[in-house]
C-alpha cells in the first residue's frame, strides 16, 4: 500500500508558475509509473503528465507538452509537476497516482493507476 500526498496548488494568474509536490509513503521513484492526472467538475480525469521508473522517460499530454514538466526527487519520494505559462483552462484539482510500469504511456488509463492522491486545487485566473 501507497499513500500520497499532494502539496502546491492555489491561485495563479494567467501566465504565472506553479509547482505541485507529490510525496510517497515509501519509496516509488524505481517501482511504479508516477502520473499527474487533472479533474474539473462534471469532466473525467485527464492524464497530464508520467515518469516512468529508474530511467525515467516523462509522457506528456498534449495540453501540458512545453509547459510542464514532470521530475522525480528518489531521496525524498517525491515527484514534481513544475507548470509554466498556465492558463485560466489549467484550472482543476490535480492528483497525483502510481500505476505498474507497464502501463506508463502516453494513454493515461486511469483505471490503471492503483494508488492516487487526495488532489490540489489549482486556480488560474484571467
Known amino acids: 500500500q501507497v499513500q500520497l500526498a499532494e502539496s502546491g496548488g492555489g491561485s495563479v494568474q494567467a501566465g504565472g508558475s506553479l509547482r505541485l509536490s507529490c510525496t510517497a509513503s515509501a519509496p516509488t521513484g524505481s517501482r511504479y509509473c508516477m502520473g499527474w492526472f487533472r479533474q474539473t467538475p462534471g469532466q473525467e480525469r485527464e492524464g497530464v503528465a508520467s515518469i516512468y521508473p529508474g530511467l525515467g522517460m516523462t509522457y506528456y499530454a498534449a495540453s501540458a507538452k512545453g509547459r510542464f514538466t514532470i521530475s522525480k526527487d528518489h531521496a525524498k519520494n517525491t515527484i514534481y509537476l513544475q507548470m509554466n505559462s498556465l492558463n485560466p483552462e489549467d484550472t482543476a484539482v490535480y492528483y497525483c497516482?502510481?500505476?505498474?510500469?507497464?502501463?506508463?504511456?502516453?494513454?493515461?488509463?486511469?483505471?490503471?493507476?492503483?494508488?492516487w492522491g487526495q488532489g490540489t486545487q489549482v486556480t488560474v485566473s484571467s
Open positions: 497516482a502510481a500505476a505498474q510500469p507497464k502501463y506508463c504511456d502516453y494513454l493515461f488509463r486511469v483505471e490503471k493507476y492503483d494508488y
